[in-house]
Every structure is written in C-alpha cells, then in structure tokens.
C-alpha cells in the first residue's frame, strides 16, 4: 500500500467515525454526507454496479407479507405486527395518483389509521372507512419567501409539518411513492430527522432521470443516490425487500445500463423504532 493509499485509508476512517459522533448526537444538518466515490476513475458503471448492487442485497431477513411489489415486514422483532393486533397502526401514503391503492386498503381493513397525501384528489378532505384521503402535496422546501402569498399552493408541506399538524408523533408505517420527487424528500427526511418516527419506510425509486432537482454529472447523481442511501442505513434502518420491475422501462439515466429495471420497490425497517 503507498503512502497515499495509506492517508486516503486514515481519512476515511476518521470521517466515518466524525459521522458516527454526529448521528448518535442527533446534530442537526443542512446537507446530507456524500460517501466516497466507488473507484478513483469516478465512472458511471462503477458508481452504478455500487448502487445497483446494494438496492438488491436485503440487509435483514424478515417474516413478510406480500402485496405486490410492496411488502411488509411483520417479523416479531419488530413492532408492526403487534401494533397491527393492537389496532394502533398509523400509515401514511405519500403519493401522485391512486394507481395502487391495495395495500393501503388492507391495512385499514386491519385497523390501521391511514392517511393518504396526494394532491390529485378532486376535496381536500375525505374520509373513507379507516382512511383519511387529505388533497395535500408532500414537499421538501419550505415555501418561497419571495412569491406572493395568493399564488403559492396551499396544499404544499414538508413531512415535519404535517405531523405537527396532526399531532402525530410516529408513523408506523411510511409509503412513498412520487414519481421521481422521492430522492430530494428522502433527503429533506434524514436532514430534519423524521425518520426516527418511522418503523417502515417502503420507497418507490424512478432510475430512468436524476430526478426533481437532483443536479450534478450522471455519476454523481447515482453517488448521490447511495449516499441518501447509505444514511437511512446510518439511521439504523435496514433493507429487509428488493423488488425489480420487470414491466417498466430498461433504463438508467436515459439509457440501457446491465439491463436493470428503471423502477425498484424497496423496504426498510427501522431496528430502533419503539413501541
């Protein structure tokens, strides 16, 4: 190993061990931490066979319930399965259009409260069995000081605001699917730290584009997807489902990359959350 080699390597090791002291302090961020690049030549297909390779490694093995592509983990270890007989289930569904509504349905057909947050339905409010369906859209900025008032949308929030809002302390179960808006609200949900409110977080991701506001070369966007990443694991939740969909697209950022599926539906839990 040379002596470059070696200062890299020492580094690392102190970054990582910086990030380790953040976290457990809860310090709050304005920008998420960026991982190293997978090799030193910065290449797309390295960065690519990185992620590619840890969106499809499941980090814990879990009792499931399919439905779907979606799947939950109701493992014994965790606290879903007896919130779920208990009847003390919260679910909130972030999304753009009702396309799959099935699982939301079941778990309120078991007793969950499930609010779902989608800014295409045509009321602001309905409420359906143990579903609540609120016309409000989930964002990641908060509004823009400099455009008026009246031309701002109303039915806009981030996620911290609305449990405030609600006066709901914790969500057991997070689904999120948005189209490509989902890496820039991930983001904004790690650096506000509203993840230690969630037990399961189910993640729809689009790999066609960068997404919303996702700048940068096509090999940082993917390095900036595994370190979003990379922090929910930070965050002590664990990959525990991989789905790739075989009826979407072959692409990755515009083009055929190892003939991956261009949307993955993922689920993690949260191995601190508590009951």
Not at 3 to 24: Q, R
Not at 41 to 46: K, P, V
Not at 180 to 191: G, R, V, Y
Request: some cysteine; charged content about 25%.
């Amino acid at each position: 190993m040379t002596k470059a080699h070696k200062i890299t390597k020492i580094k690392m090791k102190t970054e990582k061990k910086k990030k380790k002291n953040l976290y457990s302090q809860n310090v709050s961020r304005w920008k998420i931490w960026l991982e190293p690049w997978a090799t030193e030549t910065r290449g797309l297909q390295e960065e690519a066979d990185r992620f590619l390779r840890y969106i499809s490694t499941p980090q814990v093995q879990a009792q499931r319930s399919h439905h779907g592509s979606w799947l939950l983990c109701l493992d014994r270890r965790f606290s879903l399965a007896q919130r779920i007989v208990s009847k003390h289930c919260r679910v909130y569904s972030l999304r753009l259009g009702a396309e799959d509504d099935a699982l939301e349905r079941l778990l309120a057909g078991s007793g969950c409260e499930v609010h779902c947050f989608d800014p295409s339905i045509r009321r602001a409010h309905l409420q359906e069995d143990n579903m609540w369906l609120h016309r409000l859209s989930v964002d990641w900025r908060d509004p823009n000081p400099a455009v008026p008032i009246q031309r701002l949308h109303s039915g806009s929030k981030k996620l911290a605001a609305i449990l405030s809002h609600f006066g709901h302390r914790q969500v057991d179960v997070l689904k999120v699917d948005l189209e490509s808006a989902e890496w820039k609200i991930l983001e904004n949900l790690i650096l506000e730290q509203v993840l230690d409110s969630v037990g399961l977080l189910l993640l729809e991701l689009h790999l066609q584009w960068a997404g919303f506001e996702v700048g940068g070369d096509e090999p940082s966007v993917v390095r900036y997807w595994f370190s979003l990443l990379r922090e929910l694991e930070r965050a002590h939740f664990r990959l525990y489902h991989s789905y790739s969909d075989p009826s979407k697209p072959r692409l990755f950022l515009h083009r055929n990359l190892r003939n991956t599926s261009s949307s993955f539906t993922l689920g993690w839990v949260n191995t601190r959350f508590t009951l």
